[in-house]
């Protein structure tokens, strides 16, 4: 898990067969590294980097494109260091024109992800879950797409193409559009915030075969939240969570504070202890590091 000397697997290719393989891949948000090794320690098989939580971490501030793409890029050099598992990884709107797109793919190539997403709202964006959202033209995004695909140097690196057009302008320019998307080269079509399971069976239906399908399980959004079998039917080929990791973290230390605040001292009862702590963080793993390269 996250090999503090590297690691010889090719996280690329092994999510191209995670994605073909079935039932979907279930990709669980992470906002840090440290949220990422408890995916992956939890036997998960992808990761996907949320930037709405990157932006909640980083600058405890909400996803309306408040974050450059270095800083994103950071996050997901650090996230894809610390595990082994393939890092799925939030692009937003490849921070400008197509010109944009071509560095941004190769700077998160350069940072290990194995894939990348990127939306068709006009910078700055928001969150695909709140209101207020607008849209670049179809072309635009076509022309940002084409180029992600010729960016890449690996082919193995898989681009995400979304579409936040269900709040905008309906499903049926969504549908459009994510036909347009899977025509310029995208390997996964993402249809962002349906509102209803008829909708979600809607856009199932309609882009079978085109190219497999994105569902975003988004903690507390505006889509329906399916079982995972629902989804499995429906023949969605990944699903991420993104934000149930940092929910409850929040959770966790708002209940914490609470209780220190209160009482003057912190619980400890749900914490793992210090030990505990230290093991899943690697620290066993750099002790016998430490004694393989200086004796200690």
């Known amino acids: 898990m996250g090999d503090i000397l590297g690691s010889d697997r090719a996280p690329r290719a092994r999510l191209r067969e995670l994605l073909a393989a079935g039932p979907p891949l279930v990709a669980p948000g992470a906002y840090d590294a440290l949220s990422a090794r408890l995916v992956e320690q939890a036997g998960f098989d992808a990761v996907y980097m949320t930037g709405f939580g990157t932006t909640a971490s980083l600058i405890g501030r909400p996803d309306v494109g408040l974050l450059t793409g270095a800083e994103m890029v950071d996050n997901a050099r650090r996230i894809a260091a610390a595990v082994d598992v393939p890092v799925i990884a939030d692009a937003d709107t490849g921070y400008g024109n ?3 797109v071509v560095r ?13 997403q990127l939306e068709d709202q006009v910078m700055p964006k928001k969150c695909g879950h709140m209101s207020g959202k ?16 010729a960016a890449r140097r690996d082919p193995d690196l898989v ?6 057009a269900v709040a905008v302008s309906g499903v049926d320019d969504a549908l459009d559009r994510a036909r347009a998307y899977a025509d310029a080269g995208a390997d996964l079509l993402f249809v962002e915030a349906p509102t209803s399971e008829a909708d979600v069976e809607r856009v199932a239906g309609e882009l079978a075969g085109v190219a497999p399908l994105v569902f975003n399980w988004a903690e507390g959004g505006r889509t329906p939240p399916l079982s995972l079998d629902r989804v499995a039917e429906l023949g969605f080929a990944l699903v991420i969570y993104p934000i149930g990791t940092l929910l409850a973290a929040t959770a966790g230390m708002r209940s914490l504070l609470a209780t220190l605040r209160r009482d003057g001292v912190p619980s400890l009862a749900a914490l793992p202890s210090f030990e505990e702590f230290t093991d899943l963080i690697g620290l066993p793993e750099v002790q016998d590091l430490e004694q393989r390269f200086t004796g200690a």
């Open 98 to 100: 197509a010109l944009n």
């Open 104 to 116: 941004t793919v190769q700077l998160y190539e350069q940072a290990g992800v194995a894939g990348i």
């Open 134 to 149: 607008a849209l670049i033209g179809c072309d635009e995004m076509v022309g940002k797409v084409r180029a992600a695909v």
């Open 159 to 164: 681009v995400i193409a979304r579409t936040d």
